[in-house]
């Protein structure tokens, strides 16, 4: 799962990115893989998978993670190529979903490209670009899709008046994901690719003594069914500098009863709308890990491994909680809370799976 950090230049990106790096960082005890230096690997930390771990006497915990792309900022004509905009614009076409940084600090000594400090003019700078480029990009594809569509083929019927649709959509200034795709072409958002399809967070870079999300950026995300946190970057960059007391303590100062990273973390995970399933066993690594609601018992075997999923045989589910209550697999099959569940068993958040394999 990757999640692109945009805005405009100097809106805070890299400050945020840093923070999120550093994080990554500290938790040593994740599937460590070194990419490009504006990539952050974080663990994402889940208080169930630790008292599963401890119940079922597992040798240590394996966090999964989330990927976030530190992109350089967006200046208006982008998608004409301006400030190498369109390299920018193919980075964020890579990702799953945004957080749009939005400067809502008034530091005199941080220079704006636009001169003063308005998160309302710098939101529809973004995404007047955003939606420019796929507006290029759905033309483009309408174009060869109507003339399927002329030959009778009902997809590409159905894809041709979704494209209507978001065209009409990106050219009144909204974005295509407020366009909902038709049950004939359940692809087509994949298909297209908009920047504007992807889900969005909203982050409002405050002045640390004042974390509250501005009325103009909560407001217009509520339009746009999006979310908004508001945080200050600088402060983030310089606690992830400090140890944990040291950090904790610098909270309760300021009376931050949260970190802000948590809550881009959190916010970024619900905006992928996935769901967590753990695999725990005595003296073994338990593992977190992470999949589109509504996914398989299947899915998930692949998520573990391709082989197990190949030779998928059965799954033996519980909750995390009921594993927890019964104090481990044994007790837990006794009361009947340990099920076995086919391929196509919908898993919940917070499910243990062990899945029994013909190898
Ligand atoms: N006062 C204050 N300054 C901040 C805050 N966040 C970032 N800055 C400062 O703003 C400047 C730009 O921050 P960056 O995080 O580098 O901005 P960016 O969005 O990555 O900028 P580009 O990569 O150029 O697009 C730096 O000097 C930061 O220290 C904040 O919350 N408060
Ligand atoms: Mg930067």
């Known amino acids: 799962m990757k999640v692109g950090i945009i805005g405009m230049p100097n809106a805070g990106k890299s400050s945020l990115f840093n923070a999120l790096t550093q994080a990554g960082a500290q938790a040593a005890n994740y599937p460590f893989t070194t990419i490009e230096p504006n990539v952050a690997v974080v663990p994402v930390e889940d208080e169930r998978m630790v008292q599963v ?38 980075n964020i076409r890579e990702t799953d979903a945004l957080l749009h940084v939005v400067r809502a600090h008034g530091d005199s000594n941080v220079i704006h490209s636009e001169g003063s400090v308005n ?7 973004i995404e007047t670009e955003l939606i420019f480029a796929d507006l290029e990009q759905a033309e483009r594809r309408h174009q060869r899709v109507s003339r399927e569509a002329r030959g009778g083929d009902a997809h590409a019927i159905a894809e041709e008046g979704w494209l209507a649709a978001v065209i009409e959509a990106l050219s009144a200034g909204r974005p295509a994901r407020t366009v909902p795709v ?23 870079n405050v002045d640390e003594g004042d974390l509250a999300v501005p009325e103009v950026v909560s407001a217009h995300a509520a339009k746009e069914g999006a979310g908004a946190v508001a945080i200050s970057s600088r402060l983030e960059a310089e606690l992830s500098e400090l140890s944990d007391e040291d950090a904790a303590a610098m909270r309760a100062d300021l009376e931050l009863d949260e970190s802000g990273l948590e809550m881009v973390v959190r916010g970024a995970f619900e905006l992928l709308e996935l769901i967590a399933f753990f695999t725990a066993g005595e003296a ?17 075997a692949g998520a573990i491994h391709t082989d197990i999923q190949k030779g998928f045989v059965r799954a033996e589910i519980i909750g995390w909680d009921a594993l927890v209550e019964a104090g481990g697999y044994a007790p837990a099959r006794d009361r009947g809370t340990l099920r076995t569940e086919g391929r196509d068993y919908q898993m919940a958040d917070g499910d243990v799976i062990t899945v029994n394999f013909t190898p």
């Open 53 to 90: 771990a401890e119940t079922v006497g597992a040798s240590e915990i394996v966090w999964d993670t989330i990927a976030f792309h530190d992109i350089a900022g967006l200046v208006a004509g982008a998608h004409k190529g301006e400030g190498l905009g369109n390299q920018f614009l193919a």
């Open 119 to 125: 998160p309302q003019r710098d939101i529809e700078i």
């Open 284 to 300: 073994k690594p338990a593992q977190s890990w992470h999949l589109r609601r509504g996914s398989t018992a299947w899915d998930a």
């Open 182 to 204: 038709p049950d004939d072409a359940p692809d087509a958002m994949r298909l297209l690719q908009p920047l504007t399809g992807k889900p969005v967070l909203f982050i409002a």
